[in-house]
């Protein structure tokens, strides 16, 4: 253990990336098995791992139905001895309940696999259906934080400012921004312990967002982040973590985004570039071109 008198370190890299994911790796927890939390595991996929993983369900389930039929002797009418291919379509056909009429069950023990296999894609389709619904239905964010933030003087006081834009054309309402300081400090026992400071912001909500928001806190007497040279802003192991929600119009739901900035993503005495003019006609423009850029001040 460390000194008491050096700074508290060891917790090492951000706890959240920037694309808004953790950046944590659980240990000593029993991993659950995939059965016992599958729906939760399959609506956290990627659409591409999601569309594959139902590919290879599906294609597993006929080739095994298929195998049976195979097992069960002649149980096809109108398939050849013995053919896979037509075990294997004829089961994509009897789950699907398609039925085209040329490859029909023969015999009792035909027919009950039929049925078994009926009753299994009923179901699986039931599942999967309610699986994408929910999945495609579930409201997304296309909200962007600025890859920076700055610290610059605004009325003679330094302030900690970034920015964020809702880069879709429905308007988010009710947005609000909650911002934390998450510092490695050290208790007077010499324990380390991972503190959380809220940010006191100059506007922490907004009516409407249809445009870009300029969130700021300042560094005063009253913030944590008072009398912090720049060098310890790398240095000591901090980070800031951003939190936005709101409630998208068109679909009435609530959408969250998150967004991380450690020591090096900060740039002091710089200013944001403008991004907001007024056009003909006297509407607002919005340039996401220089969005991320920033100017010495």
């Not at 299994?120 to 999945?135: D, I």
């Not at 900690?160 to 308007?171: K, L």
Request: glycine fraction near 8%.
């Amino acid at each position: 253990m460390k000194p008491p008198e050096e700074t508290p370190r060891g917790y090492g890299p951000r706890t959240l990336r920037q694309d808004g994911t953790y950046n944590i790796e659980r240990r000593g927890i029993p991993r659950r098995r995939l059965s016992n939390d599958a729906y939760h595991h399959l609506l956290n996929l990627e659409w591409r791992w999601l569309i594959a993983y139902i590919a290879a369900i599906y294609t597993s389930v006929n080739v095994l139905f298929a195998g049976l039929y195979l097992a069960l002797g002649d149980a096809i009418e109108n398939a050849r001895p013995g053919s896979f291919q037509d075990a294997f379509f004829f089961s994509v056909q009897t789950m699907a309940t398609i039925g085209y009429g040329k490859l029909v069950p023969r015999g009792f023990a035909g027919n009950l696999m039929v049925t078994i296999e009926s009753v299994l894609g009923m179901v699986t389709v039931a599942v999967l259906t309610g699986l994408l619904f929910a999945k495609f239905s579930r409201p997304t964010s296309r909200v962007v934080f600025s890859r920076s933030a700055v610290v610059s003087t605004v009325n003679g006081v330094p302030t900690f400012i970034f920015r964020v834009a809702n880069q879709r054309d429905s308007i988010l309402v009710e947005a609000r921004m909650r911002v934390v300081l998450i510092k490695a400090e050290r208790t007077a026992e010499g324990a380390t312990m991972r503190r959380f400071h809220d940010l006191t912001l100059a506007r922490a909500e907004t009516p409407l967002f249809p445009l870009s928001w300029t969130v700021s806190h300042a560094i005063d007497e009253k913030s944590p982040l008072f009398g912090l040279p720049p060098e310890a802003w790398k240095e000591e192991d901090m980070e800031i973590v951003c939190a936005l929600a709101g409630t998208e119009e068109s679909l009435a739901q609530t959408i969250h985004a998150r967004f991380s900035y450690a020591g090096e993503d900060i740039r002091f005495g710089h200013r944001f570039v403008d991004i907001i003019s007024v056009g003909a006609g006297g509407r607002r423009i919005i340039d996401y071109t220089n969005f991320h850029d920033v100017v010495p001040e």
